[in-house]
C-alpha cells in the first residue's frame, strides 16, 4: 500500500474516531476541573481557602468514597492575584491547554466579569463564582456561586431601614464592580425607603490606607457605614475609626466580607460590627452538613481552621457533584447544565434548601451577624431576599 | 475639615513618615558605603518581621525579644547576602549590583509566599490602640510610638556616625573609597558593615510599621516610599533622608484629604519624577560630577 | 550558502507554518513570544545601547495597548496597521515627554524615574476610568485588516508575526547605520562619544523615542492578542520581566533579545503550575546570569558561531 493512501487512510480513522472522544475535560476515569483564582495580593486568603481547603475538601472526600459515577474529579488552578487581565490569559490556559470540563468557583467580581464574554464564546460553564455582580444574571453557561449583590442589598437594607429604623448611611466601597455593583444596589434600596446615601467614598482595589476615606466619611456623621471591601482594608477601617475615636456609627460588612477573617486582622477594633453573613458559623454551627464539613476539614487539613470561604467552596463541590451524579455516565456540558436546572429543594445540611431553576441562581440567602467576642453572633433567621 | 482632624493626620503622616524615613536611611548608607542601590531593602525588611513573628508564634516571645530576634535576623541575612553574592558583582557596574538585588527581591518575596502564603496576618503592636485624647485631639498611640521609637534609632545612628571610630571610617569610605584605603580602612569591611547596618534598619522598621501595615510578603513595596523620600532630600545626605521621609509622609497623608481618596498612592512617584525633573539634588544634596 | 544566510530563511519558514502544526494554545503562545520579541528589541535599544536601564517598559506597553484598544473601539474604521503605528507614535511621544526632562539624569537616578514613570502611567489609565473602563478592565474588539476581523488565534499569530518580522529587520539594520554605531559609541563611553562630537543628549532622546515606539507597538499588538486590558496587569513586575529578557539574551544584541524574550516567555508559561516558584526561578536565573553570564545566552554561544 502507498504511503499516501495509507496516511489517508490513517486521517479517515482519526476523524472517525475523534467525536468519541467526547466532553473536553471528562475522561473515562476523571473529570477535570479548574479557575483562575487569588492565591496572592488581597484576597490570598479567601482564594486558597475556597478552593485548596474548600472545592479540594470535598473532591477529595468525594473521591475517596468512590468518585461520581466511576469517575474523580481532580482540580487546576492558577494565580490571577485579582487582576482581571491575568484572570483571563488563566482562563484561556486552562480551557486551551489543560482542557477543563468547567470553571469552577472563580473568585472576584472584576476578575470573573473578565472572563465571562471568552467562556460564553467557547461554551465553557461557570460555575458558582465566589462573587455576585447582577452581571451573570440570564447567561446560559452561568450558575451563580453566592447570593446576588442585589439581594444582599435588598436584605440589609430592608433589615436596617425597617427592623432597626436607621436613617443616615455611608458606604466605603472598593473602586470596580465589586464596590460599585452594592453602590447601585444601596442607592436603589434605600430610595425604596425615601432615603439617600449621606456620604460615599471609594478606596482602590488592592490598597490597605483607608485613613483619609473614614475621615471624610465621619464628617457626614452616618448611623451605619457600609464596607463594601477585602479584608485588609476592611480591617483597617476598623481600626482607623478606632484610632479616631469615631464610636457613634455601626460598621456593617457586605457579604463576601463578613467573616471572622478581616476581624482578626482588626485585633480588639472588631467589637459592634455587624453584617449580612451568607453562611452559617462554621465552628460553631450545628447543622448536619456544617458539622460533615468540620469533620471533613479534620481528617484532610487538621491545622486549618473552618472559615466560611472554604465552606463556600465545599458547597460549590457538593452542588458540582449532585448535578454530575444526575447528569448519569453521559457528562457533558449540556447535560450537567440541564441537571443543575433541575434541582429542586436540595439539602446541602447547611443552607436552607436550594431549588435551581431557570434563573441559574443556586443561593438567595443571607442572615444577620454582629460581633461579640471577637466572633460573628446570630441575630436574625434567614432574610427575605425577594 | 476640622483641626483636630488635620492635627491627627499630621500625626499618622509624621509615623508614617518616619518609617520612610528610616528605609531612606538604609538605602542611603549601603549607597554611600558602596555606590550601589539595594532593591532588595524592602524585601529583607519584610523577611526579618516574618522571621520574628514566625519564632515569636512559635516560642511565646514577648514583644521586645521579638524585635532582638527581627534585628538579629535582619543583620545576618544582610552580612551573608553581601559576602556570598554582592561581593562578587563589586568589580561591575552599579547597574550589575542593582539588577541582582533586584532578582534578589523577587526570590525574598516567593521564599515568604512559600514560607507563609501570601495572606496578611496581624502583628502584635507595642502600644495600646485606645486613642489618646488631647481635648477634641486625639492622637493614636501607635503614631506617636512609631515616631519616637523611630527618632531614638536616628539618633543612634547619627551617635555612631558622628563619635565612632566604625562610623567615621564608614564617612571616609564614603567620601574617597581609594584615600581610604590607603589610611588603612578595609573597604571591604565597609562594605559589609553598611549592609549590616542596613538590615538592622531595616528590621526595627518592618517591626514598627507591621502592626499597622499587616505583615505580609508584599509589605516590601514601601522601599520605593523610601527611595523617594531620599531623593526628595537630596540622595546620599542622611539628613535629607529623614526631611524628605517627614515630607513625604505628611504629603501621603494631607493630599487624599483635600483631594480625590485615591490620590494617595499617586503621591510618591508624582512627587518623585518631580523632583528628579526640576531639582535631582533634592532639598539638601548635591549632584555628583563624574570626572573624566 | 553559509549557514548564516540560511538561519533567517528557516525562521521565517518555520515562523509561517507554525499554526498549521501547533495546537492553539501554542499559536497563542508563539503570538506572545513575538511581542515580547518586540518589547525586548526595544528595550534593548534604550537599555542594551545607550545604558538607560529602564524599570518602567510595562508602561509604555499599557500606554500603546491601551491606546490602540480605543482606537478601534471609538474608530473601528481604522485599518489595524494604522492602529498600530498610532499606538506607536503616541508612546513615542509619551518616552519623549518623560525623556527630555530626565536626560541629564544619569544612571541610578534615570532608572529610578523610569520606575516612578511606570508607576504614573498605570494609575492615570486608572484614573481615567471613563475612558479606560479603569480597574474593571476594557476589552479589546477584535482588529479589523481591510474589513475581516482578525477574531481567531491564528489570524493574530500572523499579524503579530508580519509586524514583528519588519520590527526586527529595521532594528538589525538601524545598527548597520551611522546612528546605530553611534549609540555603540555611547554605550562604551559617554564622554569619550561626547569628545568624538556625537550629539550625546540627542541620541539619548532618540533612543527613548525609537524604543517607545517599538514598545507602542508591541502593546498595540499585545491588546489583540491578548483581548482584555486591566491596569494591574502592567506593574513593576512586568517591567522586571522585560529587564531579565535583555540580560539573559544578552544586552544590546538584536539575536539576544529574540532568545531572551522567546526563553523568558516560553519558561513562565511553562511554570504556571508552579505560580510559587517562579518568581524564585527567575530572580535565581538574574543573579546567575549577572554572576556568571554577563553577556546573555548569546555572548554564552559566541564562540559556536562566527563573530559578527
Known amino acids: 500500500m502507498s504511503l499516501v493512501a495509507s496516511l489517508l487512510i490513517a486521517l479517515v480513522a482519526l476523524v472517525a474516531v475523534g467525536p468519541a472522544m467526547a466532553q473536553q475535560g471528562v475522561s473515562e476515569t476523571e473529570i477535570v476541573l479548574g479557575c483562575s483564582n487569588s492565591f496572592s495580593g488581597p484576597l490570598a486568603y479567601t482564594g486558597e481557602q475556597a478552593t485548596r481547603y474548600g472545592v479540594d475538601l470535598y473532591f477529595k472526600a468525594l473521591n475517596d468514597a468512590g468518585g461520581i459515577n466511576g469517575r474523580k474529579v481532580r482540580t487546576v488552578y492558577y494565580d490571577d492575584g485579582y487582576k482581571p487581565q491575568e484572570a483571563v490569559a488563566n482562563t484561556r490556559k486552562l480551557v486551551e491547554q489543560d482542557k477543563i470540563f468547567a470553571v469552577i468557583a472563580p473568585q472576584g467580581t472584576a476578575p470573573v466579569a473578565a472572563t465571562l464574554e471568552y467562556l460564553e464564546e467557547n461554551k465553557v460553564p461557570l460555575l458558582f463564582p465566589f462573587q455576585g455582580s447582577p452581571i451573570t444574571r440570564g447567561k446560559k453557561y452561568v450558575f451563580s456561586g453566592m447570593t446576588l449583590y442585589d439581594r444582599q442589598s435588598k436584605m440589609m437594607v430592608d433589615y436596617l431601614v425597617g427592623q432597626r429604623k436607621f436613617k443616615t448611611f455611608a458606604v466605603l466601597y472598593q473602586d470596580d464592580d465589586y464596590g460599585k455593583a452594592f453602590l447601585t444596589a444601596y442607592e436603589k434600596d434605600l430610595a425604596r425607603h425615601n432615603l439617600k446615601i449621606a456620604a460615599a467614598e471609594p478606596v482602590k482595589r488592592g490598597v490597605t490606607d483607608v485613613s483619609a476615606q473614614i475621615a471624610k466619611l465621619r464628617a457626614a456623621s452616618p448611623q451605619v457605614t457600609f464596607l463594601v471591601l477585602t479584608p485588609g482594608p476592611g480591617a483597617q477601617a476598623l481600626k482607623e475609626r478606632q484610632k479616631i475615636g469615631w464610636t457613634d456609627t455601626v460598621m456593617v460588612s457586605s457579604g463576601p466580607l463578613t467573616d471572622e477573617k478581616y476581624l482578626g486582622l482588626a485585633g480588639d477594633a472588631a467589637e459592634g460590627v455587624e453584617g449580612l453573613s451568607l453562611w452559617p458559623d462554621p465552628l460553631t454551627s450545628d447543622l448536619p452538613g456544617v458539622k460533615a464539613y468540620r469533620a471533613a476539614m479534620q481528617k484532610y487539613f487538621d491545622k486549618n481552621e473552618p472559615n466560611r470561604y472554604s465552606l463556600s467552596g465545599y458547597v460549590a463541590a457538593m452542588l458540582f457533584g449532585e448535578g454530575a451524579k444526575r447528569a448519569g455516565r453521559t457528562l457533558t456540558r449540556e447535560t450537567l447544565i440541564g441537571a443543575l436546572e433541575n434541582v429542586k429543594g436540595f439539602d446541602s445540611g447547611i443552607l436552607p434548601p436550594l431549588t435551581i431553576g431557570a434563573d441559574h441562581e443556586t443561593q438567595k440567602q443571607g442572615f444577620w451577624v454582629r460581633v461579640e467576642q471577637g466572633r460573628f453572633k446570630q441575630l436574625t433567621d434567614w432574610l427575605k431576599s425577594d | 475639615m476640622t483641626a483636630a482632624t488635620i492635627i491627627h493626620v499630621v500625626a499618622s503622616g509624621l509615623a508614617t513618615g518616619a518609617i520612610y524615613a528610616l528605609m531612606a536611611l538604609s538605602l542611603v548608607i549601603i549607597y554611600n558605603a558602596t555606590r550601589t542601590l539595594n532593591f532588595a531593602q524592602g524585601e529583607m525588611l519584610m523577611m526579618s518581621t516574618f522571621v520574628a513573628w514566625a519564632v515569636q508564634r512559635a516560642l511565646g516571645l514577648p514583644l521586645v525579644l521579638t524585635l532582638v530576634v527581627a534585628i538579629v535576623a535582619g543583620g545576618v541575612m544582610a552580612w551573608l547576602v553581601e559576602r556570598t553574592i554582592i561581593r562578587r558583582a563589586i568589580g561591575g557596574t552599579h547597574w550589575d549590583v542593582l539588577i541582582i538585588t533586584v532578582g534578589l527581591s523577587l526570590i525574598l518575596r516567593a521564599l515568604a509566599g512559600l514560607a507563609w502564603t501570601h495572606d496578611e496576618f496581624p502583628f502584635p503592636s507595642f502600644f495600646p490602640s485606645a486613642p489618646i485624647v488631647l481635648g477634641p485631639v486625639r492622637l493614636a498611640p501607635v503614631s506617636v510610638g512609631i515616631f519616637g521609637g523611630s527618632l531614638a534609632l536616628m539618633a543612634a545612628l547619627w551617635a555612631l556616625f558622628r563619635f565612632t571610630r566604625l562610623g567615621r571610617a564608614m564617612r571616609a569610605v564614603a567620601q574617597n573609597q581609594r584615600a581610604a584605603r590607603l589610611m588603612g580602612i578595609s573597604v571591604e569591611r565597609m562594605y559589609s558593615t553598611s549592609w549590616v547596618l542596613a538590615g538592622v534598619v531595616g528590621a526595627v522598621a518592618g517591626v514598627l510599621v507591621a502592626p499597622v501595615v499587616f505583615l505580609s510578603s508584599k509589605m516590601g513595596l514601601i522601599v520605593i516610599n523610601g527611595f523617594t523620600a531620599a531623593v526628595i532630600g537630596g540622595f546620599g545626605s542622611m539628613p535629607g533622608a529623614v526631611l524628605g521621609g517627614m515630607f513625604l509622609g505628611v504629603l501621603e497623608n494631607l493630599a487624599p484629604l483635600y483631594l480625590p481618596s485615591g490620590i494617595r498612592y499617586s503621591v510618591p512617584f508624582v512627587v518623585l519624577v518631580a523632583v528628579l525633573v526640576v531639582r535631582p539634588a533634592g532639598l539638601v544634596g548635591r549632584i555628583e560630577r563624574r570626572k573624566v | ?308
Not at chain 3, 494554545?25 to 526595544?42: C, D, E, H, P, W
Not at chain 3, 541620541?203 to 486591566?230: E, R, W
Request: glycine share 10%; proline share 5%.
Open chain 3, 1 to 308: 550558502m553559509s549557514l548564516r544566510r540560511v538561519w533567517p530563511l528557516v525562521a521565517l519558514a518555520a515562523l509561517a507554518v507554525w499554526p498549521w502544526v501547533a495546537p492553539r494554545y501554542f499559536v497563542f503562545l508563539a503570538s506572545l513570544v513575538l511581542v515580547n520579541v518586540v518589547v525586548a528589541i526595544g528595550l534593548n535599544l534604550l537599555s542594551g545601547y545607550t545604558n538607560q536601564l529602564s524599570f518602567g517598559h510595562a508602561g509604555f506597553l499599557a500606554v500603546g495597548a491601551y491606546v490602540a484598544a480605543l482606537t478601534t473601539i471609538h474608530a473601528p474604521a481604522v485599518p489595524v496597521v494604522v492602529t498600530l503605528l498610532i499606538a506607536g507614535a503616541f508612546t513615542a511621544a509619551v518616552g519623549l515627554a518623560f525623556g527630555v526632562p530626565c536626560l541629564r539624569l544619569g544612571g541610578l537616578y534615570l532608572s529610578m524615574a523610569t520606575l516612578a514613570f511606570g508607576f504614573v502611567i498605570t494609575e492615570a489609565i486608572l484614573n481615567l476610568d471613563t475612558l479606560t473602563k479603569g480597574a474593571d478592565g476594557l476589552r479589546v474588539p477584535a482588529a479589523r485588516l481591510g474589513g475581516w476581523p482578525l477574531s481567531s488565534d491564528t489570524t493574530r499569530y500572523y499579524l503579530t508575526a508580519v509586524v514583528a518580522v519588519l520590527l526586527v529587520a529595521a532594528a538589525v539594520n538601524l545598527v548597520r547605520t551611522r546612528p546605530g554605531r553611534a549609540f555603540l559609541a555611547l554605550r562604551e563611553s559617554e564622554i569619550a562619544a561626547q569628545a568624538s562630537g556625537i550629539p550625546v543628549a540627542l541620541y539619548k532622546t532618540a533612543a527613548f523615542g525609537v524604543s517607545a515606539f517599538y514598545t507602542g507597538v508591541a502593546g498595540g499588538l499585545f491588546a489583540f492578542v491578548v483581548g482584555f486590558l486591566s491596569p494591574d496587569a502592567f506593574d513593576v513586575f512586568l517591567s522586571v520581566d522585560f529587564v531579565v529578557m535583555i540580560i539573559v539574551g544578552g544586552l544590546g544584541s538584536v539575536p539576544g533579545s529574540i532568545i531572551g524574550a522567546a526563553v523568558v516567555t516560553v519558561l513562565y508559561d511553562w511554570l504556571a503550575a508552579f505560580q510559587n516558584y517562579r518568581p524564585l526561578i527567575f530572580g535565581t536565573i538574574l543573579i546567575a546570569c549577572m554572576l556568571f553570564m554577563p553577556g546573555g545566552i548569546v555572548r554564552a554561544l559566541e564562540p559556536l558561531s562566527r563573530r559578527t
